[in-house]
């Protein structure tokens, strides 16, 4: 696609990407390069050091009044769109709060407006908690008989000069919205992480992609089937392709992907209009393995093209002779045609002509490798191997900052106990590959601090080892929002960000 090809709001997107935010990037990532031949001495594995931000402690919510997160000094937050509180429709927010992005930033008078879209990682529900929505997928319960609905998708979170002002329902009707990615053209895309082929009673199918507008009003409700139907975790978009790269959460079966959509100069709506999905496959490396992942691993990468991306599971024999059973339909035409897989593929985003991809269960001890993947080469390499659970946790959602700095979100089934105490943590990761630990989880509420806050009492307990999901900046860079994923709270977290590299 040449210059002209592109819209004007497109060129003048793309120049602010690649303009002021550049040069820390290439200084930052430029370090890799070390980092690769230093790892190759020291096995292959990331380092734990300490933060250029200094040492956590709790910090009280300045709206609730309770230390529910670990920061460092000089940094503070406000909480909102509690499991339970009330939203513009007047019914409870959803619960499991997962994948979230900032879709707009916008002038309204001399306000600065944000508005963010989130995740609600639930399958089966009462029809009392049903996400009554605009944009409504499957209204039928989760399976035939049942006295449940699915309880998965999106709310809308409007932010207004630093301070929360609403939450409004958006997507409903799916199931298991876990992440999913912004688009350049100011939406959202959410994933359902479904890996089964259960057909609901009223006859849909899930495991699809949905792509919501900031304007609760305008979002459909329906799949993107061409996108394919898997464990979808998180999406990313190449903005000047408007190609969409995901993820595949399903355990030792994960392939990694991309959409090529027929039109090409991306809008709300345009993916849903036609497409070609594609696996990756390592040249010369059929069916090659990247779980056991170490610093600086390298893939060279073409695409096979997937026929069927609403085909049911099955079973596949690869060239490498190596066979596969239980896969979703598209990672078994992918492993057929020698397509690769991680572990367990998580978190994806753009940065400055490069995807980083984080698998989960990846790395020498399965607790977490991010893969750097240049668009421009096709190439993928390895940039962070955590070595044991104190230098990374299974790393989940991950983002890359204004000032181009990698943020790691932690769902391990067991929590780290380190210096700081017991807890999920936020890890920053340096320039040079290594991991920093910028915040911990430190929800611990009581049923009388619930009722004080004005929170459901049920939401009381020991919350500590409860995952983050979902961080992601403004931006300018001022404000980063992330999620605990329960009780369910969103954060949106302030302070001297000029300390470090975030």
Same mark, same amino acid.
């Given at each position: 696609?040449?210059?002209? #090809?592109?819209?004007?709001?497109?060129? =003048?997107?793309?120049?602010?990407?690649?303009?002021?935010?550049?040069?820390?990037?290439?200084? @930052?990532?430029?370090?890799?390069?070390?980092?690769?031949?230093?790892?190759?001495?020291?096995?292959?594995?990331?380092?734990?050091?300490?933060?250029?931000?200094?040492?956590?402690?709790?910090?009280?919510?300045?709206?609730?009044?309770?230390?529910?997160?670990?920061?460092?000094?000089?940094?503070?937050?406000?909480?909102?769109?509690?499991?339970?509180?009330?939203?513009?429709?007047?019914?409870?927010?959803?619960?499991?709060?997962?994948?979230?992005? %900032?879709?707009?930033?916008?002038?309204?008078?001399?306000?600065?407006?944000?508005?963010?879209?989130?995740?609600?990682?639930?399958?089966?529900?009462?029809?009392? $908690?049903?996400?009554?929505?605009?944009?409504?997928?499957?209204? *039928?319960? $989760?399976?035939?008989?049942?006295?449940?609905?699915?309880? *998965?998708?999106?709310?809308?979170?409007?932010?207004?000069?630093?301070? +929360?002002?609403?939450?409004?329902?958006?997507?409903?009707?799916?199931? *298991?919205?876990?992440?999913?990615?912004?688009?350049? /053209?100011?939406? /959202?895309?959410?994933?359902?992480?479904?890996?089964? #082929?259960?057909?609901?009673?009223?006859?849909?199918?899930?495991?699809?992609?949905?792509?919501?507008?900031?304007?609760?009003?305008?979002?459909?409700?329906?799949?993107?089937?061409? &996108?394919?139907?898997?464990? =979808?975790?998180?999406?990313?978009?190449?903005?000047?392709?408007?190609?969409?790269?995901?993820?595949?959460?399903?355990?030792?079966?994960?392939?990694?992907?991309?959409?090529?959509?027929?039109?090409? !100069?991306?809008? =709300?709506?345009?993916?849903?209009?036609?497409?070609?999905?594609?696996?990756?496959?390592?040249?010369?490396?059929?069916?090659?393995?990247?779980?056991?992942?170490?610093?600086?691993?390298?893939?060279?990468?073409? +695409?096979?093209?997937?026929?069927?991306?609403?085909?049911?599971?099955?079973?596949?024999?690869?060239?490498?002779?190596?066979?596969?059973?239980? @896969?979703?339909?598209?990672? %078994?035409?992918?492993?057929?045609?020698?397509?690769?897989? &991680?572990?367990?593929?998580?978190?994806?985003?753009?940065?400055?002509?490069?995807?980083? %991809?984080?698998?989960?269960?990846?790395?020498?001890?399965?607790?977490?490798?991010? /893969?750097?993947? #240049?668009?421009?080469?096709?190439?993928?390499?390895?940039?962070?191997?955590?070595?044991?659970?104190?230098?990374?946790? &299974?790393?989940?959602?991950?983002?890359?900052?204004?000032?181009?700095?990698?943020?790691?979100?932690?769902?391990?089934?067991?929590?780290?106990?380190? $210096?700081?105490?017991?807890?999920?943590?936020? &890890?920053?990761?340096?320039?040079?590959?290594?991991?920093? !630990?910028?915040?911990?989880?430190? %929800?611990?509420?009581?049923?009388?601090?619930?009722?004080?806050?004005?929170?459901?009492?049920?939401?009381?307990?020991? =919350?500590?080892?409860?995952?983050?999901?979902?961080?992601?900046?403004?931006?300018?860079?001022?404000?980063?929002?992330?999620?605990?994923?329960?009780?369910?709270?969103?954060?949106?977290?302030?302070?001297? /960000?000029?300390?470090?590299?975030?």
């Amino acid at each position: 696609m040449t210059n002209k #090809d592109i819209s004007p709001s497109r060129r =003048h997107l793309l120049k602010g990407m690649a303009g002021a935010s550049a040069l820390p990037f290439v200084g @930052a990532f430029a370090a890799l390069q070390a980092r690769e031949v230093a790892a190759a001495t020291a096995g292959g594995t990331s380092l734990l050091v300490a933060s250029p931000y200094g040492p956590i402690a709790p910090v009280n919510d300045l709206t609730t009044g309770l230390p529910l997160l670990q920061l460092p000094a000089g940094f503070t937050y406000k909480s909102f769109g509690w499991t339970g509180d009330t939203m513009s429709n007047g019914l409870p927010c959803p619960s499991a709060h997962d994948g979230m992005g %900032v879709v707009v930033s916008r002038k309204v008078g001399r306000s600065t407006e944000l508005v963010l879209v989130r995740n609600h990682e639930v399958h089966a529900v009462s029809p009392s $908690s049903f996400i009554d929505a605009h944009g409504v997928y499957d209204s *039928g319960n $989760s399976s035939a008989g049942a006295t449940t609905k699915l309880g *998965g998708g999106t709310t809308n979170l409007l932010f207004r000069d630093g301070n +929360w002002v609403s939450v409004t329902p958006s997507l409903g009707g799916t199931d *298991g919205n876990c992440a999913g990615g912004i688009t350049p /053209w100011g939406t /959202w895309l959410s994933c359902e992480e479904i890996g089964s #082929d259960a057909v609901t009673a009223s006859g849909k199918k899930h495991g699809y992609v949905f792509e919501v507008s900031p304007d609760a009003t305008l979002t459909t409700g329906q799949p993107i089937v061409g &996108m394919g139907r898997f464990a =979808h975790e998180a999406a990313a978009v190449d903005p000047l392709t408007s190609t969409v790269y995901m993820t595949e959460d399903q355990s030792g079966k994960s392939g990694f992907y991309r959409y090529v959509p027929d039109i090409r !100069i991306g809008g =709300h709506g345009t993916l849903a209009l036609g497409g070609v999905l594609q696996m990756a496959r390592a040249k010369g490396k059929p069916n090659a393995n990247l779980a056991g992942a170490l610093v600086g691993d390298r893939y060279e990468l073409d +695409w096979v093209t997937i026929a069927n991306p609403d085909q049911n599971r099955g079973n596949a024999t690869g060239p490498s002779g190596t066979t596969i059973t239980g @896969a979703a339909g598209p990672f %078994v035409q992918g492993w057929q045609q020698g397509g690769l897989r &991680m572990n367990r593929g998580e978190g994806i985003f753009f940065a400055q002509g490069k995807m980083f %991809v984080m698998d989960t269960s990846g790395g020498p001890v399965s607790r977490g490798a991010i /893969w750097e993947l #240049d668009l421009a080469t096709q190439t993928m390499v390895c940039i962070y191997a955590s070595p044991n659970t104190t230098v990374g946790n &299974m790393g989940d959602n991950l983002c890359v900052s204004p000032r181009n700095a990698i943020l790691i979100c932690e769902d391990a089934s067991s929590a780290t106990t380190d $210096s700081f105490g017991f807890g999920q943590r936020l &890890m920053g990761i340096t320039g040079g590959g290594d991991a920093y !630990i910028f915040a911990k989880n430190n %929800v611990q509420l009581s049923s009388t601090q619930l009722q004080q806050a004005g929170k459901r009492t049920a939401l009381a307990g020991d =919350h500590r080892g409860n995952e983050f999901a979902g961080c992601c900046f403004d931006p300018t860079g001022r404000y980063l929002f992330v999620n605990i994923q329960t009780p369910g709270i969103t954060f949106a977290i302030s302070g001297p /960000w000029a300390l470090g590299p975030l």
